[in-house]
């Protein structure tokens, strides 16, 4: 059997993620991934059996990439101020650059294919990030709420920070994005 070509597994990931922001993943076909692609139907069959298979990888790759991003650089001897700040940069410049995926992510995660399997990987990609905010917790360097709080805080400042980016609500200067993240430190620091 002739091995997976990588340019067609990733032509179907950026088909996809971008027909997934332009307009959504209800209505999303394997034939317009494979038009969007450059493939025949066919052949996006062969790398992918079903529409759930190609969203079970696809989410799971996406999920990976986002989370590895998230901890990039993550120096463990810093102030804990430091360190989320650096994830707070790392998090919004994923958004920035890699946003049909985030979107593709946000819109499988309310779909019926974000199964138990799912949620388990997800929980085991995260696994460090939450062990540092636990860790922080115990120290009182951030709120004693539940941690799930924490995240949503953090992640909807990174979110709502990247959505006024892009629309140009909000000027990409230093001052701005340290103020950005200054209110969300602010939010969730003990």
């Known amino acids: 059997m002739k091995p997976k070509d990588d340019d067609k597994l990733r032509a179907i990931a950026e088909a996809t993620f971008t027909l997934v922001e332009q307009t959504g993943l209800s209505g999303l076909t394997m034939a317009a991934i494979a038009?969007?692609?450059?493939?025949?139907?066919?052949?996006l069959y062969v790398y992918f059996k079903s529409k759930e298979e190609l969203m079970v990888a696809l989410y799971e790759q996406a999920k990976t990439s986002t989370t590895a991003s998230l901890?990039?650089?993550?120096?463990?001897?810093?102030?804990?101020?430091?360190?989320f700040q650096r994830m707070w940069m790392n998090w919004?410049?994923?958004?920035?650059?890699?946003?049909?995926q985030v979107v593709f992510i946000e819109q499988y995660y309310n779909s019926?294919?974000?199964?138990e399997e799912s949620r388990n990987l997800s929980a085991r990609l995260i696994k460090g990030w939450i062990d540092l905010i636990e860790s922080a917790k115990a120290q009182q360097i951030l709120k004693d709420v539940p941690t799930v709080?924490?995240?949503n805080s953090?992640?909807?400042?990174v979110r709502e920070t990247t959505n006024a980016l892009r629309s140009d609500?909000?000027?990409?200067?230093?001052a701005n994005?340290?103020?950005?993240?200054g209110l969300c430190w602010d939010g969730i620091k003990a």
């Open 35 to 43: 038009r969007e692609a450059g493939l025949a139907t066919g052949t």
């Open 71 to 83: 901890m990039q650089g993550d120096d463990p001897q810093a102030p804990f101020r430091s360190r």
């Open 92 to 100: 919004l410049e994923h958004r920035l650059t890699h946003y049909a």
């Open 112 to 115: 019926p294919w974000f199964s």
């Open 149 to 151: 709080l924490l995240i």
């Open 154 to 157: 953090f992640g909807g400042s």
């Open 169 to 174: 609500a909000l000027k990409r200067t230093e």
């Open 177 to 181: 994005l340290a103020m950005a993240f």
